[in-house]
């Protein structure tokens, strides 16, 4: 069973910077993503990155103000996000695919395994 706690979610004013942890309880060598979900809305993917961390990939919405990263010997992975805009605002999740996927999937079917959540809000 992999275990995920997320931290570091707040609230910020648009323009200010967040950074998540994910802590892996058990084997980190996974694939890792981070998903999101706005009240009303579908999950949907934010970032994920390879377990070597030499593969990442970006939604569109967050390329070039989020960066995705990875501390094996830790069992974390970061998500440092600048720039936020209102529109971030939702609840943050990590998720491990054990399929290793590379590149990491768009798709919430391929991460078997979910943290609770952190919630993100920034405020306009």
């Known amino acids: 069973q992999v275990q995920l706690v997320e931290s570091g979610g707040g609230l910020v004013q648009a323009g200010g910077s967040l950074r998540l942890s994910c802590a892996v309880r058990?084997?980190?060598?996974?694939?890792m993503g981070w998903f999101r979900q706005a009240p009303g809305k579908e999950r949907e993917f934010v970032v994920g990155?390879?377990?070597?961390?030499?593969?990442?990939r970006y939604a569109d919405s967050v390329k070039g103000r989020f960066t995705i990263s990875r501390d094996n010997a830790k069992n974390t992975v970061y998500l440092q996000m600048n720039s936020l805009k209102p529109e971030d605002t939702a609840v943050y999740y990590c998720?491990?695919?054990?399929?290793?996927?590379?590149?990491?999937?768009?798709?919430?079917?391929?991460?078997?395994?979910w943290g609770q959540g952190t919630q993100v809000t920034v405020s306009s």
């Open positions: 990155i390879s377990w070597s961390g030499g593969s990442t």
């Open positions: 058990t084997f980190i060598m996974y694939t």
């Open positions: 998720a491990a695919d054990v399929a290793r996927r590379v590149p990491p999937s768009l798709a919430r079917a391929e991460y078997a395994y």
